[in-house]
């Protein structure tokens, strides 16, 4: 993760403004991985709208080029796969099969002590952009996966929308992306019930 700004070497009492491990812990890079599957999901999306955000989840040193879009995409449409799963076994089983694929062995780094020590998937700690959010969202979605035992995130139930979304706390499953796409199908479904009610 080359976004990771140095630690001050002494203490901050309270909550720092940037704090790191906020920025980085697991739900954080999963939703981080949703979002940035959401802006790739464009046949073609522009590096600006990536870029802003990698820097909404904390990256200072972004500049990417349309090559490194078109790869993030491809890694986007594995991790997709994740989110897509209908069941926690064949969420498991996609996890399994991109681990094995597409990442690294697991490995402590401190970015040589610029940052607190932190798990890597990733081959080397300067990877290029697709495989650090390939590795570092198949770590993420793992520990949601094995926390939870069921999993991760889902894609949005609404017809008109593609976007996926990370499953949050224990309540009863989500179906859709956003609030706004919830009450778009409520309303539409209402139309619908009245609609039928109303025919003759």
């Known amino acids: 993760m080359r976004y990771i700004r140095p630690v001050p070497s002494t203490p901050v009492s309270g909550p720092a403004p940037d704090d790191w491990s906020t920025r980085h812990s697991v739900l954080t890079t999963a939703q981080r991985t949703a979002d940035l599957i959401n802006a790739l999901a464009d046949d073609h999306p522009a590096p600006a709208d990536v870029t802003a955000v990698l820097r909404a989840y904390g990256e200072t040193d972004v500049g990417l080029s349309p090559r490194e879009v078109t790869e993030m995409r491809a890694s986007a449409a594995l991790l997709r796969e994740v989110f897509a799963a209908e069941d926690t076994n064949t969420a498991a089983a996609t996890l399994n099969r991109l681990l094995h694929a597409h990442t690294g062995r697991l490995r402590l780094s401190s970015h040589d002590g610029a940052t607190p020590w932190h798990p890597h998937l990733d081959r080397a700690d300067d990877a290029p952009w697709a495989e650090w959010l390939l590795a570092s969202s198949c770590l993420a979605l793992t520990v949601l996966l094995w926390d939870r035992q069921r999993p991760p995130g889902g894609t949005c139930a609404s017809p008109s929308c593609d976007n996926v979304y990370v ?34």
């Not at 309540?171 to 009610?197: D, K, L």
């Open 167 to 200: 499953t949050q706390g224990s309540g009863p499953p989500r179906r859709y992306c956003s609030r706004r796409c919830a009450t778009r199908e409520r309303v539409a479904a209402h139309r619908r019930a009245r609609a039928q009610r109303e025919a003759p």
